[in-house]
């Protein structure tokens, strides 16, 4: 069940019609090593937030009051930072003993709401239900980078030509809204087609690319399916909320499903055996090398592989535990930006082994109490494991 805390963002980005959303990275918590703490605000969007464009050679300070979930209001300070080497803007100037700025809030989602440029809400949230719940209503998946939600509309990121006209293309021929996994076979297509390099990407470029682009395919599939049931008019209430619902709920099963989907073709590439989603205990994602091996008691325990594919994993980690139990250690594919210090070290005492793209490891701490794998280690390692 969501907090009112999540329902309460959604509701004043609706309203206000800007927010914008991050992941909470070490640099930001000045976890580090480097002095440039504070949140990191997108140059692109600056008008949301300030009145100072990004200038060369400039440096440029407003004063604004920020309002924070526990009731704290801050004397905060947006600061843009154009001199030297340096090109960026920081919400700054939290005060002693600010409990949102910690190692602990690494990986946890923070929602910036503009009421003007002089007043802010800010939400922090670290539980899946709460992260889902927001990315649904709002539109906005920020695997890595911002997520903005600006006059009513999330701002996706223009993909070149080809990838639009194929887009085009395959929304204009469908009849109906489809299944996730075609959606996921479109966009593994299309980055195959368009992207030059696509046979050159590693398999941890490739996860990361196939979901950002099934996510700019969905939404214009979204927009023409959906536009003329939101502009209609409505019979009631219950009519309306009804329709919200469907789309919401929509959204969150393409999301959760979307990434097992690659995930199944990663393997499936790799010439891996595993089955998905098999009848076990638990119900878990991924059995490698499958069901059979795994009700085999002769079969050794040691060549047997568990994964739990969570798009985020802040507290729903705790689940894969009891899945499969006859594999004491699991493995989480995550696409998590960014999991504090402490949440590392309870997965590693649990007996859990992440595996994150390379490109979002860096939003972790550098010295992380836990064993992390890439894409591309975790095929290696499941290969020898299964020789």
Known sequence: MVSPHCERAIDLTLSRGNALLKFISPNDAGVTGSHQTGFLLPKGAWPIFTTHPPQKDTFAETAVA??????LVTDSRVKWYGEKTRSEYRLTRFGRDFPYLTADTVGDLLVLIPENHERFDVFVFDHDEDIEELQAALGIEPFERWGIYREGFAQVETEDECLDRNFRRFVAELSGFPKGEVFSRAAREFVQLCVDKAVAMTRDEALVRWMTTE??????????????????????????????????????????????????????????PHDMRPDLDGRPDVVIPGRAEYLDQSYPVEKLCVIGVKTTCKDRWRQVLNEAKRVPGKHILTMQPGISTNQLAEMDAAGVILIVPAKLQKEYPRNRPITMLTVEDFVKDVRRKIA
């Open 215 to 272: 996510y700019q395919l969905f939404r214009m599939a979204e927009r023409q399916f959906c536009q003329p049931d939101i502009a209609r008019p409505f019979r009631d209430v219950d009519d309306f909320l009804e329709t919200a619902a469907r789309i919401m709920n929509r959204r969150k099963a393409r999301a959760g499903r979307s990434l097992e989907n690659h995930v199944e073709e990663v393997l499936r590439s790799a010439g891996i």
């Open 66 to 71: 920020v309002t924070w979930p526990n009731g």
